[in-house]
């Protein structure tokens, strides 16, 4: 099988090859594409996987290329993981919300909203050209806002464009570990969009055992979610919510923790990764090894400031190892060999979450098969979940509106309506800023 990474001289891709290198089954993949428009990140990339290889029999051949429509051409599966605007892009999307005195996380208010209007155009023209070049192919889409992206690009690959997260699938690993249950033996019951979500029961051979979790507050404040939110509050909600629903729960405390900051997460990410690049450059330099290195930082420093603001300490040493790539692997080796499996994704809705419309994208326990992803009927959220639900699916809509439209007015509309923006004075200024800072959203008028 071929796999094209879009994206592909980006810092995560190792860990997709990694997990490549350990499938031995028939009908694994044989051959990856990385596409990437900087060369230089794209060679980068190629010396890691070189040496990741090293002494692996069979393992994928890797090739390189800048031209878009050769990576996708006979591409069996693509995996979209790229960035518009990069991370200097991300840097400038949460100082101009911090400086409006809102968030600017790339995924959650104002800065997920901006780096949706530059992403959304861009994703769009790739679903077009999937759809062109390889319509048997299968999107999997790691891209943020990943909700926001995918239901983008299925308006031009429908089902055959599925997204990844791999939050939930951490948090459902930690209940049922604190729970004395095996991951693999649990039935998550998970729903809502992309980075809002809550877990609201976990089944083992039958029975829920989150009750037992919620009622036991010494336990529920002993892992990641119970220390970001506090027992008490979780108990309140009678669920335990997706870590990124912290930017909301505690919005002013992660406002004013990023703003004392002594810099935002992308300005971290932008020069911790200038450096690899950078010492990418010396041909005696070890690839691997400068790789672990910077992502052994990179995992340990994420969302430290809502720690820091929650007295959570420091980030567990299991939490460590990301995720998001086997949830990947597990999806495409489903569709590509039958295996069925159930997966946490992000799909269209199809009428499994009746506040919405079918086409709206939510992320929800899937059944995998060689069809796709088919999302399992949930029940009805609570009414406090359902207003965040439906208020953001609005925003997301703004958002594709104001890309497919270039209007200036859907864009101001979008900011506004955020749950997380609470002015349209400063939904104004938001857009002056983005624009003034981004050249990708100068089709706004």
């Known amino acids: 099988m071929r796999l094209t990474i879009l994206g592909g001289g980006g810092f995560r891709v190792p860990l997709v090859y990694g997990a490549l290198l350990g499938d031995r089954a028939e009908g694994r993949v044989t051959q990856v594409v990385l596409h990437d428009l900087d060369a230089g990140r794209l060679s980068a990339v190629a010396r890691v996987l070189a040496e990741q290889a090293a002494g692996v029999p069979d393992a994928p051949a ?5 031209d878009l429509d050769e990576a996708l051409r006979g591409a069996d599966f693509v995996f979209s993981a ?7 892009g991300r840097a400038a999307d949460e100082r101009v919300a911090l400086d409006q005195g809102v968030l600017g996380q790339e995924t959650v208010g104002a800065g997920g909203i901006a780096y949706g209007l530059r992403t959304v155009p861009v994703a769009v023209d790739i679903a077009q050209r999937v759809a062109r070049l390889a319509p048997d192919a299968w999107v999997i889409n790691f ?17 055959r464009v599925i997204g990844i997260c791999d939050s939930p ?7 049922a570990k604190i729970l004395g249950a095996d991951p693999r033996e649990a039935w998550i019951d998970y729903v809502g969009l992309n980075h809002l979500g809550w877990v609201r029961g976990l089944r083992v051979a039958g029975r829920d055992e989150l009750p037992r979790l919620l009622a036991d507050p010494e336990l529920l404040g002993s892992f990641e979610e119970g220390k970001l939110f506090g027992p008490e509050w979780l108990q309140s909600l009678g669920a335990v919510p997706n870590e990124y629903l912290h930017y909301y729960y505690f919005n ?3 406002v004013r923790a990023y703003q004392e900051a002594e810099k935002t997460r992308g300005a971290f990410l932008r ?13 005696d330099a070890a690839a691997l090894t400068a790789w ?10 994420y969302m430290s400031e809502n720690r820091e603001t929650a007295g959570a300490g420091e980030r567990d040493a299991d939490d460590l190892s990301g995720g998001y790539e086997k949830v990947a692997l597990a999806l495409m080796r489903a569709i590509a060999r039958d295996e069925r499996t159930t997966l946490i994704l992000n799909v269209r809705n199809r009428g499994t979450l009746s506040v919405l419309d079918t086409e709206a994208v939510i992320e929800v326990p899937c059944l995998v098969d060689a069809n796709g992803a088919h999302p399992v009927a949930v029940d009805p959220l609570p009414d406090h979940a359902t207003g965040l639900v439906c208020a953001v699916k609005a925003v997301e809509r703004e958002v594709l ?9 859907n864009a101001v509309k979008a900011f506004a309506l955020h749950p997380l923006v609470d002015s349209v004075n400063v939904a104004r200024n938001l857009v002056d800023g983005y624009t003034s800072v981004h050249p990708g959203l100068a089709y706004l008028k």
């Open 271 to 283: 020069d911790q990764q200038a450096r690899f690049y950078d010492e990418m450059k010396r041909p």
């Open 82 to 88: 790229i960035r518009v605007g990069g991370l200097e």
């Open 401 to 409: 509106s104001a890309a497919e439209s270039g209007s200036r007015t």
């Open 252 to 254: 002013r405390e992660a």
């Open 169 to 175: 699938v951490g948090l459902g690993r930690r209940i």
């Open 62 to 66: 890797v090739t390189v290329t800048t």
């Open 292 to 301: 672990d290195r910077t992502r052994a930082e990179r995992e340990a420093t």
């Open 143 to 159: 891209t943020n806002p990943a909700g926001l992206v995918t239901e983008a690009m299925s308006r031009h690959l429908g089902d």
